[in-house]
């Protein structure tokens, strides 16, 4: 009885210690955050203003602004999930609906190249991006080509994050809506769809956090570190906030560097908007589910 005594507080402080060495790490993390935003901020205050926000790029760095690239930032986001997510769910919803049941060499295959690309560094993809987008289909140094080449980055977390999302809805579900007569296609329209989409949209939206801090494969694309110019279509040369950040880091005038700190301090606002916004759609997706 003693011995057993003995474990269970052996146990229960263990669990303590682990517990606060979570907590630790927890805080150090956010700690190390905060004074990472603090440093930025302090750095580019003085230049956030509205004057900055709709300004256009300038050699004179009391002068530049961010508007091109602020909304080259959000055309090419907006181009991105409109070719990864159709895209990204469809695959997801073919292997693991469809093909979980055939389980065909072909698929199996398919699969581990999905979760191998998710690990492939981004520049491989803007390599990949020049080849096909640039080269090969002509599409010069466009938004388009930026959007498609951030579509195939982004594309095997979503596919990942979707089977996840699709895999977590009971069996039991699909089942009984075989039972009452439906056909594949209506039980997953009508049935696991809305179930799995908060899952979905959660992993979309992490997606794109990552595509839209992403620098080195648009530069590859050919992307441009000036432009003084709002894009006008798709084929119109464009640049974004985190090319116009290295643009204005890597001049030796500390008044650019100013600058940069300001935009780092527009572009994290912008991705603290995106992430919201998913949870505030999940949120309202799971309340209709109830």
């Known amino acids: 009885m003693k011995v057993r005594r003995a ?8 669990e303590l210690i682990f517990q606060a060495v979570c907590l630790l790490i927890l805080m150090a993390s ?7 935003l603090a440093d930025v901020y302090a750095d580019g205050f003085s230049r956030l203003s ?3 926000v709709t300004g256009f790029p300038s050699r004179f760095p009391h002068r530049a602004g961010i508007l091109p690239a602020l909304l080259g930032t959000i055309y090419i986001m907006l181009l991105t999930v409109l070719l990864a997510f159709p895209v990204g769910v469809g ?18 295959l398919v699969e581990i190249n999905i979760a191998n690309l998710a690990a492939v560094p981004s520049i491989i993809y803007g390599l990949l991006g020049l ?7 002509s599409l010069g140094q466009s938004l388009l080509a930026g959007a498609l080449t951030l579509a195939l980055l982004v594309l095997p977390v979503i596919i990942i994050a979707s089977r996840e999302a699709l895999r977590a809805v009971p069996a039991s579900l699909r089942e009984a809506s075989f039972a009452l007569g439906a056909t594949r296609w209506q039980t997953i329209r009508r049935q696991v769809l809305p179930l799995a989409f908060p899952g979905i949209l959660t992993g979309t939206i992490l997606a ?13 694309i050919g992307a441009l570190t000036y432009v003084a110019f709002i894009p006008e ?29 300001a935009a780092i ?26």
């Open 91 to 108: 695959a997801a919803i073919y292997f693991e609906e469809y093909a979980s049941v055939e389980h065909t060499r072909f698929s199996q």
């Open 30 to 36: 956010l700690i190390a955050l905060v004074a990472l």
């Open 131 to 137: 080849a096909i987008f640039v080269r090969m289909l």
């Open 265 to 290: 301090g527009v572009l994290l606002p912008l991705l603290f908007l995106m992430n919201g916004g998913a949870i505030w759609l999940r949120n309202r997706f799971q309340k209709r589910l109830r």
């Open 50 to 52: 509205w004057d900055f």
């Open 7 to 14: 474990a269970s507080w052996i146990q229960i402080w263990k």
């Open 233 to 261: 279509g798709l084929f119109s040369p464009f640049t974004v906030l985190p090319i116009q950040i290295f643009n204005w880091i890597s001049r030796p005038q500390a008044e650019f560097h100013a600058n940069a700190a």
């Open 208 to 220: 794109l956090s990552r595509a839209i801090g992403e620098t080195a494969p648009l530069i590859t």
